[in-house]
C-alpha cells in the first residue's frame, strides 16, 4: 500500500539540528541515568563475515563511554568532513550512506541489571547470488520482549539473513518466490528460537533484492520507505509497514477461532490474553504476529510476516510524473512537480521505544537533513538525535520509571544515476 505523506521543507542551519541533542542527554542522565556497568546488547560486529556479507551493528549512544565522546565529537562536524578518524571505533555501526544505533532502556531495578532487548542490522552488499555475488541489501530491527525476548532477537538477527540468504540462493528472483523465502524464513526461525520458556520478538525487515523492495513484517516495530527530491528539498513517505495489533479485525478473528481472548482496553494498546509458562499468571501480548511467544502461539499470535513488494523503477516513474496520491486514494498531477531525475530513495526500521514516541515523517525529515542537507551533520549524529528525542518522551510520559529500549537503522536504497545539484 502506498499512502500520501506530509511535505517537509527542511531546515538549512545546521545548529538547529544539533542544538536540542546535548540537553535531551542532560535531561535523561540527570533522571536516571549513572555511567554505571550495564549489560548491554551482545550484537557486536563478528571478526570474519558471514558468507552473505558484512553487517553493521548497533551500539549504545550513552552506556559506552568511548562511543559516547566519539559522538558528541560528531556532532561539531558537518556530514562532509567526517573522515573515518573521526568515527574512532563507530565504523561496526556504519557510515554516511547506512547507520544504525540503538539505547538500552530501563525497566525498574538497578540500573547494573538493564538488559537491551532490541536488535537491528544491515547488510550491503548482501549476497545471495548462486555464485556469491551481490544481490542488493537487508535490514530490520527485532525487538525482543519477555524473559527471554534478548536471546530470541539475538537468534533472530544472526540467523534470519543467514537462512534467508540460502533460500534466496535456490530461487530465480520471482517476486512470488522471494516472497514465499521472507514468509518461510519468519516461521522456520519461530520453530527454532530459543524461546522456551517465555521469550519473543518483532522483526521487521526490509530486503532490496533486485528492482525491487520487499517490506516484511511481524508484530508492532515499524519500518517504512521515504522519497527525496533534491530540487525541492522535500520528502514524502510512500510507505509504512502495518503494526500486527490484536484488535484489527482479521487478526482479532484469528486469535478468536485459535481459542484466544483479545482485551481491548478503552485507552492504551490492546492484547492477546495467554498464561505465561514461567511465572503462571496472565499475562497480556501487545502484538497478534511475532517470533517466539509459542504459549501465545497456541492462540493464535503467528510468526507469518505480511509481505509488501515496491517496484523502484515504477516508484521513480511515477515520482518523475510528477503524479500523488491524495488521501483517499485517487491519483493527480502535481503542476509544480519538476520532472528530472533527482529521486533519492531510503528507507528506515525502529521499534516501538522509538516510534512510540517519533512519526515516520519526523524520523524522515531529520535523517533526510543528514543525507542530503548541504550543512547535513553525519547520518550517525542524526540517528543519535532521534533517540534522545523519543528518550525524552519516555522520560516526561513515565517520569524515569520505565523507558522502552530504543533501535533503528537507516540506509540509502537509491541515488539518481546523476546525481543533481541540490
Not at 100 to 118: A, M, S, V
Not at 150 to 162: A, N, R
Not at 185 to 211: M, N, R
Not at 332 to 339: E, K, Q
Request: hydrophobic share 35%.
Amino acid at each position: 500500500m502506498l499512502r500520501k505523506a506530509v511535505m517537509n521543507h527542511y531546515p538549512s542551519a545546521r545548529s538547529q539540528f544539533c542544538r536540542k541533542v546535548p540537553a535531551l542527554a542532560f535531561a535523561i542522565s540527570a533522571a536516571y541515568i549513572r555511567p554505571v556497568s550495564t549489560t548491554v546488547m551482545e550484537a557486536k560486529k563478528p571478526k570474519a563475515c558471514p558468507s552473505y556479507g558484512c553487517p553493521i551493528l548497533p551500539q549504545d549512544v550513552y552506556y559506552d563511554e568511548s562511543i559516547k565522546d566519539t559522538l558528541t565529537d560528531l556532532r561539531e562536524k558537518k556530514r562532509d568532513d567526517v573522515s573515518a578518524e573521526d568515527l574512532k571505533g563507530l565504523e561496526s555501526s556504519g557510515g554516511k550512506d547506512m547507520a544504525t544505533l540503538t539505547l538500552i532502556g530501563y525497566k525498574g531495578g538497578p540500573l547494573e541489571t538493564q538488559i537491551n532487548q532490541d536488535r537491528s542490522f544491515c547488510v550491503s552488499p548482501y549476497k545471495t547470488g548462486a555464485k556469491g555475488n551481490a544481490e542488493g541489501k537487508i535490514l530490520g530491527v527485532f525487538d525482543g520482549h519477555a524473559s527471554l525476548g534478548e536471546k530470541v532477537s539475538q537468534y533472530t538477527v544472526t540467523e534470519l539473513p543467514k537462512l534467508l540468504a540460502s533460500k534466496l540462493k535456490k530461487i530465480d528472483g520471482e517476486e512470488d518466490q522471494v516472497k514465499t523465502a521472507l514468509i518461510e524464513t519468519f516461521v522456520e526461525i519461530d520453530k527454532t528460537a530459543p524461546a522456551e520458556i517465555s521469550g519473543g520478538c518483532t522483526a521487521s525487515v526490509i530486503l532490496q533484492h533486485g528492482q525491487k523492495l520487499y517490506f516484511a513484517n511481524a508484530g508492532d516495530s515499524t519500518s517504512f520507505l521515504v522519497v527525496y527530491r533534491a530540487q525541492s528539498k522535500q520528502a514524502e513517505v510512500v510507505y509504512v509497514t502495518r503494526e500486527d495489533k490484536p484488535s484489527l479485525p482479521d487478526e482479532k478473528a484469528r486469535v478468536e477461532k485459535m481459542g484466544g481472548e483479545v482485551y481491548i482496553p478503552a485507552r492504551g494498546t490492546s492484547r492477546v490474553l495467554y498464561t505465561d509458562p514461567e511465572t503462571g499468571l496472565q499475562s497480556g501480548l501487545a502484538m497478534s504476529r511475532s517470533i517466539g511467544d509459542w504459549e501465545a502461539g497456541k492462540l493464535g499470535v503467528i510468526p507469518d510476516p505480511l509481505v509488501d513488494v515496491i517496484d523502484i523503477p515504477s516508484l521513480v516513474e511515477g515520482q518523475m510524473s510528477c503524479q500523488q496520491i491524495e488521501g483517499d486514494g485517487e491519483m493527480f498531477v502535481d503542476i509544480d512537480c519538476d520532472a528530472k531525475d533527482d529521486v533519492y530513495v531510503f528507507a528506515v526500521s525502529a521499534t516501538d521505544g522509538m516510534m512510540d514516541f517519533a512519526t515516520p515523517e519526523i524520523v524522515a525529515q531529520t535523517v533526510a537533513v543528514s543525507l542530503y542537507g548541504e550543512e547535513g551533520p553525519h547520518l550517525l549524529t542524526a540517528l543519535e538525535q532521534l533517540i534522545f528525542m523519543s528518550a525524552q518522551g519516555w522520560q516526561q510520559s513515565k517520569g524515569g520509571r520505565y523507558r522502552d529500549d530504543i533501535a533503528i537503522v537507516v540506509s540509502q536504497i537509491r541515488i539518481p544515476p546523476t546525481p543533481p545539484k541540490q
